[in-house]
């Protein structure tokens, strides 16, 4: 079975988690929009979603809106 690549970088992603995550700016960029919102409204979940996301971002596991894997580290 074959999973499908997003367009996101993995770079831009984590870079925007690492320095923004707790407003959820990595979420909107891969178009996760009411999950960025949730993410601004709760702190980034308490800072446990956002530690989540930059394990999930670091490991390959995170997906996009459409479900897709953000893989490539390119810009």
Request: proline content about 0%; some cysteine.
């Amino acid at each position: 079975m074959s999973v499908e690549e997003s367009t996101k970088s993995r770079l831009i992603a984590l870079i925007l988690c690492f320095l923004l995550g707790w407003v959820g700016a990595h979420r909107f960029y891969v178009n996760k929009i009411g999950t960025g919102i949730l993410m601004m409204m709760t702190m980034g979940g308490f800072g446990m979603w956002y530690f989540l996301d930059i394990v999930m971002i670091s490991l390959g596991a995170f997906k996009d809106k459409d479900n897709r894997l953000i893989t490539k580290w390119s810009m």
